[in-house]
């Protein structure tokens, strides 16, 4: 970014990072919670001294737009979040019903239905390592996922599959829009479910 004097007026003219500032707010918003600087850069494939420019770029390009969004600077992370002269707006929304939080378990136990669906309690339970009890309950409470029938199998175990719900949430039209995902990453999620395990015990 340049800023350059006309008669009494400053200019501010922003470098080229088009395609950088959507990436980066899209990471904000979603994380929720200031994110290092070393890790966005990773991300958007981006090295460190650009990727500060870029962020810095959005949070002047914020205020001049005089936007209800501002980002935050702490320490060397970064922070998406509304702006203060908006905190009576939004204590207005917080007094309604909250939205439910997804955890990492339960987001881990959503992504393998999405993926393997449909899937019953056992196959869940396979792949994860642990029981999943809780963790099914509560997205079929939520409305994410659904009994779509049961197994032609020992027991006719129950079968479970996303909803439209788990669609909108997650902004895609069908399952067949969700991005691929290989046994490696299968994988990682039984290695952190075996981790869970450890800290439980």
Do not use: W
Not at 40 to 60: C, F, G, N, P, R
Not at 119 to 125: R, S
Not at 171 to 195: R, T
């Amino acid at each position: 970014m340049t800023i350059k004097r006309i008669g009494c007026r400053f200019s501010i003219k922003f470098m080229n990072y088009d395609q950088y500032e959507p990436i980066i707010e899209a990471i904000l918003f979603t994380l929720g919670r200031a994110v290092s600087a070393e890790k966005i850069a990773a991300a958007v494939e981006l090295d460190l001294k650009s990727t500060k420019q870029v962020i810095h770029q959005m949070m002047q390009r914020y205020q001049l737009e005089n936007r209800g969004i501002q980002i935050l600077k702490l320490e060397n992370k970064y922070q998406l979040c509304t702006k203060r002269e908006y905190y009576n707006y939004l204590i207005r929304i917080a007094s309604q019903p909250k939205k439910h939080v997804l955890t990492d378990v339960l987001l881990e136990t959503l992504s393998i239905v999405a993926y393997k669906q449909p899937v019953t309690k056992a196959e869940i339970e396979r792949i994860r390592g642990v029981k999943s009890d809780h963790a099914i309950n509560k997205l079929i409470e939520y409305d994410l996922i659904q009994e779509v029938g049961r197994l032609d199998a020992p027991g006719r175990p129950i079968l479970l599959a996303t909803t439209e719900e788990f669609l909108r949430c997650f902004g895609v039209s069908s399952i067949n829009d969700l991005p691929m995902m290989d046994e490696e990453q299968m994988e990682e999620m039984k290695e952190e479910a075996e981790e869970e395990i450890a800290v439980t015990m």
